[in-house]
């Protein structure tokens, strides 16, 4: 009596006219160039497109951000930087020492670079904490060096497609915030107290080369580099020197 007729039916469907023919495009299967068509990450060997930033930095020159004068040698080319320093109203004169952040240097030309920053370094009489200022139309400041190496860090594995290790990013966000702290210690006890845990840190960990350095190298050695006239435990000293020689920066 009944018989069942299918509610959709992908055959071929013919109008009557000579002018028009409705092809079934659900039996064509997948297009061969989707299929093709992959998520890959880029590696340390592929070539990416450089990105250049323009960025501002206000910093107080009782606590200079020596960081800043290391990076493309630090991230082993693959950042070019270009540092050019204005002084505010509010700073009389600049330390002498403050010079080698008004040198000259041409930004390095070597083909792998991924990134340029163009920096324009304002001494300025803020707090501690130096700013960065990458638009200041549509965000607020960050503030501090930690976060600002943070920043550059974070561009870098983007630019070469690392993906972060939760793991390791757990230990590296305890570490660097004991460096924060450190940076805004202002009684000796608890700057000894830091320094040691820290000093604890650096000597379990495998020792500082050229081809085994992390960031947390950069942030410490750049922090105790604004207070380098205090005395520094054995083991600590050692690997500031050593990270000084590597960086080649000379006070």
């Known amino acids: 009596m009944y018989s069942l007729k299918a509610i959709h039916d992908f055959t071929e469907l013919s109008i009557n006219?000579?002018?028009?023919?409705?092809?079934?495009l659900l039996k064509?299967?997948?297009?061969?160039v989707a299929a093709k068509m992959t998520a890959?990450?880029?590696t340390r060997d592929q070539q990416v497109s450089t990105s250049t930033y323009d960025v501002v930095i206000n910093a107080n020159p009782d606590y200079a951000p020596y960081s800043l004068?290391?990076?493309?040698?630090?991230?082993?080319g693959m950042i070019g930087t270009q540092i050019v320093s204005y002084c505010h109203s509010s700073i009389e004169r600049?330390?002498?020492?403050l010079n080698l952040f008004t040198q000259s240097k041409l930004p390095s030309q070597q083909s792998r670079r991924k990134i340029m920053v163009n920096i324009t370094l304002i001494w300025k009489k803020v707090d501690i904490d130096c700013e960065l200022i990458i638009s200041p139309v549509k965000q607020v400041p960050i503030r501090g060096e930690v976060n600002l190496l943070k920043f550059f860090n974070r561009v870098v594995n983007e630019a070469l497609g690392i993906r972060a290790d939760m793991l390791?990013?757990?230990?590296?966000e305890s570490v660097l915030d004991s460096c924060h702290r450190l940076s805004h210690s202002k009684h000796t006890n608890e700057y000894e107290k830091l320094l040691n845990n820290l000093s604890s840190f650096i000597n379990k960990s495998e020792s500082f080369s050229e081809n085994n350095s992390t960031l947390i190298d950069l942030t410490l050695w750049s922090i105790?580099?604004?207070?380098?006239?205090?005395s520094l435990p054995t083991g600590l000293k050692d690997w500031y020197d050593g990270v000084t020689n590597f960086l080649g920066v000379k006070f």
């Open 224 to 230: 105790i580099s604004r207070r380098r006239k205090l």
């Open 168 to 172: 390791q990013e757990t230990v590296l």
């Open 40 to 42: 890959s990450v880029p």
């Open 17 to 24: 006219s000579p002018m028009y023919r409705m092809r079934n």
């Open 94 to 97: 600049l330390p002498e020492y």
């Open 28 to 32: 064509r299967g997948v297009s061969p």
């Open 69 to 76: 004068l290391v990076l493309e040698k630090w991230w082993n």
